[in-house]
């Protein structure tokens, strides 16, 4: 069999010692949840700024409570410090001071070491900066390796004209490839006609050549991987990040929009400051380009640290999430979607998920959400009865009694890899009255209780098995997303804020790291659509406890199944489905399997990699395929 060749030229098949035959009913089932597969993004571990932002320049506007110079350094012995006496606007208050010696000469500037470094795809690149003083002349940026060798991946000359005010420059310019990652952008002007003088920088940008070529747009190194997944939906902007630490730190859409000389960043609740540079409306592309269903989170009245808003204060805080949705899906009649037509976008978008809040069954959040819940839900469903509304928890104690039967309940869950196998029937047995959906979950611990740095494939076959019990019952779970998505390695190095993600990079040295449960979601996610149906099984062996699956029908009439071993000795696995799919003669399978421990992490990015191949029907309808130790398995007959 083609598979099994497949999987022994790969190394991956163990004899299996039993098999098992599924027998697929065709008919009949439960519906699929609407959104199958999906993604959630938060900016924790750089993976937005620094991450997936395509802007490589790191601390550019010195934003956050902790602006530091650490990424900086002099060129000509100017003396770097960071001014909030000339403040470019009111968002964008510190710039660079650069002060030039009385005896300067030659290039005089300094550099940019980006976010740990800084990888250069060749391309055209844009950098642009503002700046003020008393300079006429030119400036010159260049990329070129931090520890100096004369070599030059690119660079451009702009012509400042003297100006008292602050000035934006920019250009385009073309760079070739660079062997690493220890590059920096250095900006220089000319040492003897200033001399003695001070000039100020800030925002200092550099752009590589964005995903889909837009503008303020994502890297895409790591936009490619996120869109191969083909995922259903896009919950943004977090998550925890979007409480903040206090109400006051708390996520302002608001201060996410329009030019970026508006938009003053924040400090996050991970350790750094966000840029806000991907803010609303680059998210909503984000969604759109990914071919994603926005799932647009509000704050709702909770921040991280306990304080919470209720009452009559909450006033405010609901008219400003309906400011919100109205900035998405608002035509240019109205005041929001004026002022987004006005950031150059005119077709509202078409909304359809909304989360009130994060997690408020913790933080002291469980008691107030029951009224904080109800106030947000009357407001956002009556001027937008057609948006599905979703509770940030499913805890019933943390809901109003009387909740409406339309929202969606977010359950959230991070375990050991056995107890997500162990919570293989969980859905089976929860109250029906509310759909679901799992806006978060992953495997973080190891069985032993130790944090995992990196998903391993014992992990990402648990996992698999939780989305096989929440499939099951998918006409109540209308879907699941792995949380987080982006890591930058060199940021989790240092602040430790959060193991493990589905992507990891580092700039130097570079790689990236896509992991076994990043396969296991592009495998869920290409074989679930919200028009399947899920179907009965009869096995001639046990669902559990380590060999689990699940079966469904598409209305194009393919069958598939999933399966997943969680033991290390393989299996055989027998599928047929009940009267034949019509026309099937072949089924694709895709095949994920690795030692328990196998992981892919930054010594070995490819050690675990999924096997493609295709069956052939064999006597009777019987496809038939191996299951190896520790494995995840997709049949698709078609
Ligand atoms: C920087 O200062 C040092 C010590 O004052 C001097 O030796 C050196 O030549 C200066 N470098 C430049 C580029 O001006
Ligand atoms: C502030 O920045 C410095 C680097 O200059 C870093 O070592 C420190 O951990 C940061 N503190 C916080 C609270 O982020
Ligand atoms: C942003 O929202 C806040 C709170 O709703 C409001 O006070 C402020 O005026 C808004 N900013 C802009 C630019 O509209
Ligand atoms: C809150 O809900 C999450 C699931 O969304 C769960 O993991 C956690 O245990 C709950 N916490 C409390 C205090 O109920
Ligand atoms: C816990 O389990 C992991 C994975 O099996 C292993 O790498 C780690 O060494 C164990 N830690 C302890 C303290 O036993
Ligand atoms: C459909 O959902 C029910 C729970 O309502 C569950 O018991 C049953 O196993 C599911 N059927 C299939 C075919 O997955």
Redesign the pocket.
Known sequence: MLSSLLLAAAGLLVKPTYSISLEVSTSGGNSSGALPVGMMFEDVNHGGDGGIHGQLLGDNAFQGTNASLFRYAS???ATLSIDDTNPLTSAIVRSLKVDV?E??????GFSNDGFWGIKLPQGTYSTFFWMSGDYEGDVTVKLVPKTGSGTEFGSTTLAIKKSSKWTKYEAKFDVKAAPNGNNVWALTFD?SKTAGSTLYFTLMSLYLPTYLDKENGLKPELAQPLADIKGRFLRFPGGNNLEGDTIDGRLRWNQTIGPLEDRPGRQDVWSYANTDAIGTLEYLEWAEYMNLEPMMDIFAGLALKGETVTGDALEPYIEDALAQIEYAVGDSSTHWGAIRASHGRTEPFALKYVEIGNEDNLSNGCASYVERFQRFYDAIHAAHPSITLIASTADLNCLPKDLPGDAWLDYHRYDRPDAFVEAFSFFDNIPRTNKYIINEFAAIYHNNGTRATYPTMRSAVAEAIYMMGAQRNSDLVQGLAYAPLIAHLAAVDLYNAWTPSLLSFRNDPPVTILSTSYFVQQMFAQASDPTDRYVDVVADGPLGPTVFWVASVSSGGQGVVKGANYAGVGTALRVRFAGGVEGTKRARVVVLSGDAEARNDEVDPGAVRPVEGVVEEGAEGWFEVEMPAWSVVVLVAE
């Not at 005896?103 to 005089?108: F, L, N, P, Q, R």
């Open positions: 060129i000509g012995n010696p005896d300067a000469s030659g290039e005089v040492g």
